[in-house]
C-alpha cells in the first residue's frame, strides 16, 4: 500500500532507512509508551531485522501492517503509522497507532497519517478501530481525539497491561435517517 496525504505519503520502510529507523526506536521517548516493556533498539542490525519483519508482514496482508510515514516536502521519514490485529485480543480489535521521531511531534503528521489509514480501513469494510495508549501519554491521547476516536476509559484486555482505550465504529452508509 502506498497511501497520501496533503503532506505524506504513508509506504513500507526501506533497509536503506535503517539509521532513521533506528535513531527512532532507539530513543527511551518513544519506546517508553509501546508496550510493558519498552524494547529499545540497540543497532542497524537490529533495525534492518524488524524493518524486514515488518514489510514481510505487511506485503502478506497489506489492508493491515505497518508503514514509514514519509514527509512530502523533505521525504524525511517522520515516523511510523500502523493497523494492526492486537496480539492475543479476544475480541480481534485491529488497532490504529502511531510512533514518531521526536522531531516529527507537534506538527500534525500523526494525525493525519492515522486519519488516512482509518478512512481506507472503513471504505474497505472495517466495522471499527481502536487506540490504545499507556496511561501518561498525553500527546497520543490528543492525536486519538483528533482522529475521532472516543475515550473509553481504562482496559487491561491488551498487550497485558493497563491501557487508555480509544474506539471509532465506521459510519453507516447512506444519511443519518437511513433513507436512500
Do not use: C
Not at 521517548?29 to 533495525?47: F, H, M
Request: proline share 5%; net charge negative; no cysteine.
Amino acid at each position: 500500500m502506498t497511501l497520501e496525504t496533503d503532506r505524506t505519503r504513508l509506504r513500507l520502510w526501506r533497509t536503506d532507512e535503517a539509521d532513521r529507523f533506528l535513531d527512532t526506536y532507539s530513543r527511551w521517548e518513544v519506546s517508553r509508551w509501546l508496550g510493558r516493556a519498552p524494547n529499545l533498539l540497540r543497532s542497524r542490525e537490529d533495525a534492518v531485522t524488524r524493518i524486514e519483519r515488518w514489510t514481510e508482514r505487511t506485503t502478506a496482508d497489506p489492508d493491515r501492517g505497518l508503514w514509514a510515514i514519509e514527509r512530502k516536502d523533505d521525504r524525511t521519514v517522520a515516523g511510523t503509522v500502523l493497523l494492526v490485529p492486537i496480539p492475543d485480543a479476544a475480541d480481534g480489535a485491529i488497532e490504529v497507532g502511531w510512533h514518531l521521531h521526536p522531531d516529527a511531534w507537534g506538527h500534525g503528521f500523526a494525525t493525519e497519517a492515522a486519519r488516512a489509514v482509518v478512512a481506507r480501513a472503513f471504505a474497505q469494510g472495517l466495522p471499527e478501530v481502536v487506540a490504545v495508549v499507556t496511561p501518561g501519554n498525553d500527546a497520543s491521547v490528543r492525536v486519538a481525539q483528533r482522529v475521532g476516536l472516543l475515550h473509553e476509559g481504562l482496559t487491561d484486555h491488551y498487550y497485558g497491561t493497563t491501557m487508555e482505550l480509544f474506539r471509532l465504529v465506521s459510519p453507516l452508509p447512506g444519511d443519518a435517517s437511513g433513507a436512500d
